[in-house]
Every structure is written in C-alpha cells, then in structure tokens.
C-alpha cells in the first residue's frame, strides 16, 4: 500500500514546473506566436541605462506596454526620445522571464507620423519598378576577379571600417578607393550622387560599393532619392548596395545591380578570398600542365610520323649511287651496243664513208668527262646536303630559348605569369618575375619608360 503511493506521488512530482520553467515556457509560447510588428503609442517613464539601453513604456489611451530597447538597436534610431513623444516601433513580443511580464523587444523606432515617408517610398519604387529600372536584365554582372574596389560612405561611418577589415581579411591584394559623402541628412543624397559620378568618371575602380549601417527609415531616406536612383542605374561601373541591416530596404537596394543585406556582405560579394583565388590558380595551373602534355604528346607523334617519312642523308646517298651504278651499267651496255652497231655499219660502208668514220678517241675522252662530271655532282649534292643540314641544325640552336637567354636575355613575366612585352602594360609597383640564363629573380617596378605614341 505505501509502495504503491509513493509510487503515484513521484510521477505527479514530476509534472510539477517549476516557476522558472514556466515563465520559460511561457517566452517560447510569446515568441513564436507573434511576428514582428509595428506599434503606434505614446512613450511614458522613459529611462536611459548607463549600459544604453533605453527602458520606457508604450500607450494608449486605454491600455499600456513596457518596452525594451537595447543598445545596439537604440544607437541606430537617430534621435533621443523623450516621455510624452508619439513614436512607431517594429519589435517583438518577448517575456521579461524574472518578473513575469510580457514586454516588447523594440528593434527600430521612428517619430509617429512616418507613415508618409513610406508612401513616399512605396509610390516611388512602383514608379522606378514600371520604368523598368528593377528589371533585372538590366543588371550589370560584377567581375569576377577586380582590381579594384570603390566605396562611397562616409569616412565616420561603422560601415566603411567593418568593409574594410573585410577586403583586408578577405582579399589583401585589392586596391581601395573611398569616395567620401554624407550618408544622413538634406545634403547627403546629392554628396552620394556626386561620389557615384566622381567614381564613373575617373574609372580608377572595377566596381562600387554604396554601404551605410541600419538606422531608421529617416536615416535611410537620402537611399531613396530618385536622383540617386537614375544614377545607380545608368552607372558605367557595377554598384553593390550594402544600406542598413538585413530588414532594411531602400530604393538604392532594388536599383543597383546587387543587394547586399549588410555593408560586410558588400564587401564579401566583389571579392574571392585569397584561399579561393589561390585554388582556382592552381586549378588554372593543372588544366595547363594536362593540356601541354596532351598538346607535346601529339606533337611528339607528329614527330615520329615525320621521322619515318624523311630519308636520311646517308640512305638517299646510297639510293642514289645504285642509280648512278645502274645508269653507268645501261650507259656502258648502250654504248657498247651502239659500238657494235656502229662497228658493223662501219664495216658495211668503210669503202663508201671511209672519210666519216666517227672519231672514238673524241667520244671516249667525252664519256670520261662525263663520268666525271657525275662524280663531282654527286660530290656537291652530298656536300650541298650536309650544308643545308648544319644551317638548319645552326638554326635550331639559335632558336633556342636557352640559347637566347645564355646571351643576355631575359624572360619577363606578371606575377599572374603572363608574359610582359609592352612597358605600356604595367603600372608602377607591379611584382615581376624575371627568368635568366641560370636561376631568376623577383622585381618591382618603380619607373616605366613608355613608348612615345
């Protein structure tokens, strides 16, 4: 009887929470019930922590809420509210797990009365959207190796600093050009305007960067201009716009070529890492190796099929002796036939032709000749030949690489391994490999020579 009782408490014990659990229980239920929203209200008992985080409640004429906005957040509205402001806030609907109580976790805040800005700003993408300048057809691709990067922020803006310890982390090998302008307020939208077109008109840059950190829709509102926005669309450079946080839109952001959700995303999206160009080099590398050796392998075929075609000197030599040898043999048969011919005729008409009969001591030295003459010719072919076949081997070693470098010469190339023929090409401060006769060295340049035009 006791065991069984014990036995029936432990498992109600166990379905016990604790207050802890179910204030935690409760959070999760909050949280996953409600989105983030905007409320309108009335801000009362506003207190700024020394930590900077900003505590205040939210209400109406009926009800109330308490508000929490930490630091990170708070610093990005833009203005320092006060109890008794009419504000609008985007957050979501939390529980204060300590005490109990539900509150609203605030991630943007902006003055009541805003609504207007974003009609502004809705009416104005419908615009631009049917003008056709969201289309992305009319994107411009971002190159996929740059040089060069460009950003047009200002220079006391958080943005540029987190872009910058990106490309540096990322590729240390990009040059950086900052086109300085005002990112808030009534003169920052021509300073971006004017950056952009400073940017297109040196073309010192492959692409640009228009990077600001989160803020409120105020804050954000010199990204709306639709001056700005012709711009960023009619630019000869790609522009990557990285304005805000994730849940941060402008028209600057459906206009330009690429979004970014963050400024640091901006900066990752134009450059590989130095890991990721390294590998693909590599990968460069073998392709080439495969396709040398694939391209030596046929050439070295070509090379046999060649060989076996050509006669040697030595063998065409004796091809040609034995057809001296048989042209002397026929030589001789003819001409004894004919002697024989000749010597029977003669003898047939040595009463009447006595006085033509042919002279064969003239014919005889003649022949001699002759036989001589072959002899020298053949003499000069093969001397002629053997000539030819040192000229050609003079040629080859001439046309050496060695041989060219061994007198002097150098082979130049970029640190990408493309050969260096025009001064014109490089720009001071490029690394150079230089091959020499025996081993190489490693060059910057510091002084170019160009060729006048």
Known sequence: MNKELLTENSSQTRDILSVSELNRAV??????????SWVRGEISNFTPAASGHWYF??????????AVMFRGRASAVGFSPRSGDSVEIRGRVTLYEARGEYQIQVEQMRRAGLGSLFEAFVALKAKLEAEGLFDPGQKRSLPLYPRSVGIVTS???AALRDVLTALARRAPHLSVVIYPAAVQGAEAA?????????ANERREVDVVLLVRGGGSIEDLWSFNDEGLARDIASSLLPVVAGVGHETDFTIADFVADVRAPTPTAAAELVCMTRAELLSEVQGFAEQLKREMQRKLERLAQRLDRASAAVVSPGERLVHQSERLSGLKFRLQTAWQQSAQRRQSLASRVQDRLQVQLPDLTLRQARLERAARGLVAAQQ???MDKGARLGAVQAQLRALSPSHTLARGYAIVRTAQGGIVRQANSLTVGNQLDVTLSEGGVTVQVEHIRKTPS
């Open 27 to 36: 959070s999760r239920l909050l949280e996953q019930s409600f989105d983030v």
């Open 57 to 66: 409640t939210l209400k109406d004429d009926a009800a109330s809420v308490r």
């Open 155 to 157: 220079l006391a803006a």
């Open 190 to 198: 021509l300073q971006l305007r004017q950056a952009l077109a400073q």
């Open 380 to 382: 000069r072919l093969r």
